[in-house]
């Protein structure tokens, strides 16, 4: 098994910044990538952003992309997600996921929440 553990939201004014951390422990091997997704109120998980877990290639939803960077440290099996210039519309649970072959993990989420 694999266990996720997100740290780092919180509630913070327009234009602040929040460093997301998610730890991935337990039956790791064959990581693909990990990423994050988040969800707000009455709508659906969506696509934040991911890395490659070898390459280190990174890819981000258009609405964040300029403002949030994802990074990864291999050795801890950790994935970090540094959002600036927050706004918000950014406000949502945030969910760490883990893909490798034939599998996908998901974290409890963490709430950020945004104030104008």
């Known amino acids: 098994q694999v266990q996720l553990v997100e740290s780092g939201g919180g509630l913070v004014q327009a234009g602040g910044s929040l460093r997301l951390s998610c730890a991935a422990s337990?039956?790791?091997?064959?990581?693909?990538?990990m990423g994050w997704f988040r969800q707000a109120p009455g709508k659906q998980r969506e696509f934040v952003a991911s890395v490659s877990w070898n390459t280190g290639s990174t890819y981000y939803a258009d609405s964040v992309k300029d403002r949030f960077t994802i990074s990864r440290d291999n050795a801890k099996n950790t994935v970090y997600l540094q959002m600036n210039s927050l706004k918000p519309e950014d406000t949502a649970v945030y969910y760490c996921k883990l893909h490798r072959p034939g599998y996908d993990y998901w974290g409890q989420g963490t709430q950020v929440t945004v104030s104008s």
């Open positions: 337990g039956s790791i091997f064959s990581i693909n990538a």
